[in-house]
């Protein structure tokens, strides 16, 4: 179950929300200010926080530098603030998305769906094949057996997983893993990073079952359940 803080002070919206986030399966908590959210933050594990500007003890721009000072749980403003400004401000201080009140319920739904992906918080454990990925505690198994993963494998393993049924292109993976290893990425140094991926991963890396290229246009993950 993905578990989401609703940082509001509206409770008319939090009801409303709550029951949109119901309906997609997820499980909604909430807190009318700061104080309470810093509370249920030191009880309870958060897969994301949908979080106002204003609130009656505090500011929600201060409120998300202090939260990404200290964790990587993902942060959505949701908020009637529209202004330039705003928006840049709030994705400048480490928000991973804005969303502009009144919000539409689809489009809400999706921008959440797509920050969870993007976060590796959908789900915990993933099965490609033969293949387990431990999501929370950062692990590969192959057959029952730990499969070894430098940072920028596991990284580029993620990329894949975050983005199912999608054609990725060499440029997109690129501008993903790019700083992970705190090294420049190139071309070719993808080209190696795959081939030792699917040495690891793959039943035969010759002919791959699991990340497919894709000719042309890039690659894609196969065999996700």
């Known amino acids: 179950m993905i578990n989401i803080l609703i940082v509001e002070d509206d409770i008319s919206i939090v009801r409303a929300l709550s029951e949109i986030l119901r309906a997609e399966k997820f ?6 200010n700061i104080k309470d959210a810093e509370k249920l933050l030191e009880k309870l594990r958060f897969d994301l926080i949908l979080l106002d500007i204003r609130l ?3 500011n929600g721009f201060a409120f998300c530098k202090k939260l990404k000072s200290y964790t990587d749980t993902p942060v959505i403003f949701l908020t009637a603030s529209s202004d330039e400004f705003s928006v840049v401000t709030g994705l400048d201080i480490g928000a991973d998305d804005y ?15 797509n920050v969870l992906r993007r976060c590796g918080r959908t789900q915990s454990l993933i099965k490609l094949y033969d293949v387990t990925v431990d999501m929370d505690k950062g692990t590969v198994t192959k057959g029952g057996n730990d499969v070894f993963l430098s940072a920028l494998e596991y990284k580029l393993l993620l990329v894949f997983l975050n983005n199912p049924d999608t ?19 190139n071309d070719n ?4 990073y795959i081939k030792r991926l699917r040495e690891k991963i793959e039943d035969d890396a010759t ?3 699991i990340i497919l290229t894709v000719r042309g246009l890039g690659y894609r993950l196969e065999g996700r359940q």
């Open 27 to 32: 499980a909604p908590s909430y807190a009318l």
């Open 56 to 58: 009656p003890d505090g």
């Open 99 to 113: 969303i502009e009140k009144p919000y539409r319920p689809k489009e809400l739904i999706s921008r959440i769906k």
């Open 167 to 185: 054609v990725l292109t060499r440029t997109k993976l690129l501008s993903e893993i790019w700083d992970v290893s705190g090294d420049f990425v």
């Open 189 to 192: 140094t993808l080209t190696v």
């Open 207 to 209: 002919c791959p079952k």
